[in-house]
């Protein structure tokens, strides 16, 4: 009896293993497409300014009588525990702003989904002084050792948008420390001159993100990928955008930035032309649009704009990604923007 008990425990074994090995890889398909989809990123890399505008920086750091504030691990701590705690600044002020961001799928397409590679089609902006690229702007930062470059806009006379990866470092919590802005730069021209500043915005969210590595940045991400930076009250730059909050798959659209890989030196600095491409939103979620204009770096926190109204719907955060403006992020920036008047 025991043998045979055995041969039939063993016959059954035969069928059962299978099963259980067909059902356990379909749990580990489920869980690897998931977390596929949740661990998806693309690099955000800076060009460096060079020597002598990296020093203009750090000389305004110490002359400026409002220097950047760090988050103490307290405030860090309610800001993660807190909800009601939506963005903060450089200023070491902590907001409670009356909207929250929200993740909304206007897509089922997942990220995941091969796109095609996007064609070098940039053109140079020259010269830079017409709308709606007079309200473009070039913008040195730093880490307080090395100056970087970025690319941001006006939204009004004195309030400049920009991605959130070109203020906070979220991998090493922390603001950069300066911010100076060269409205339609057009290489050594400088036609509206310079405008320094150490006070920006960002949400809390963005502030919680854990991205892999120093220059990268999850897909989930991508819609807390907007900060401002608020210049002196008694700017009155002429020239800004529209932000409009209904971006549309298959809506044609231009991004505009300044990429390092078309600077030249001079005097031991970089210095940068405009340019911009011509593409479509191919694709609308989480608050995140994938698009096929051609973005590289330099061209973060530019402007995505409309081509049919030059509105800006979104702004480069990675190679092919930006955050679909809506409502509540509208709001944030609108709010910010206004603590400086």
């Not at 074994?13 to 890889?25: C, G, T, Y």
């Not at 000389?59 to 103490?72: A, D, F, R």
């Not at 150490?198 to 919680?208: F, I, K, L, P």
């Amino acid at each position: 009896m025991k043998k045979a008990g055995i041969v039939l425990f063993s016959f059954v074994l035969l069928f059962l293993i299978p099963s259980i090995s067909l059902a356990n890889k379909a749990l580990a398909t489920t869980f690897n497409e998931e977390t596929s989809k949740n661990d998806i990123y693309e690099k955000i890399t800076f060009p460096k300014i060079g020597k002598e505008r990296t020093e203009k920086l750090l000389n305004y750091i110490k002359s400026t009588k409002k220097p950047v504030k760090n988050l103490s691990s307290e405030d860090i701590k309610k800001l993660q525990q807190d909800p009601s705690f939506t963005s903060f600044s450089s200023q070491g002020e902590i907001l409670k702003l009356p909207f929250t961001l929200e993740s909304k799928n206007s897509s089922a397409i997942s990220p995941l989904q091969n796109e095609a590679a996007a064609t070098d089609n940039r053109v140079r902006i020259n010269p830079t002084t017409t709308y709606p690229y007079n309200a473009i702007a070039q913008i040195d930062f730093t880490d307080g050792t090395y100056g970087y470059s970025c690319t941001g806009w006006f939204v009004d006379k004195n309030t400049v948008v920009t991605a959130a990866h070109c203020v906070y470092d979220t991998y090493n919590n922390k603001f950069y420390q300066a911010w100076y802005v060269y409205p339609a730069e057009n290489g050594t021209q400088l036609p509206y001159g310079g405008m320094a500043s150490t006070t920006a915005y960002v949400t809390s969210s963005w502030q919680q993100a854990t991205p892999p590595d120093e220059e990268s940045i999850y897909y989930k991400d991508v819609q807390y990928d907007f900060a401002v930076i608020n210049l002196s009250s008694s700017t009155n730059h002429p020239n800004y955008l529209t932000i409009n909050t209904n971006p549309q798959v298959n809506n044609s659209i231009f991004s505009v930035g300044y990429p390092g890989d078309k600077s030249f030196e001079y005097n031991g600095s970089y210095y940068y032309y405009m340019y911009g491409s011509s593409g479509q939103i191919s694709k609308i979620e989480s608050n995140t649009i994938t698009h096929t204009a051609y973005v590289t770096s330099g061209m973060s926190g530019g402007p995505i704009m409309l081509t049919s109204n030059w509105n800006a719907v979104s702004l480069n955060s990675t190679s092919s990604w930006g955050v679909a403006f809506s409502t509540v992020s509208k709001n944030f920036i609108l709010t910010w923007g206004a603590q400086n008047n």
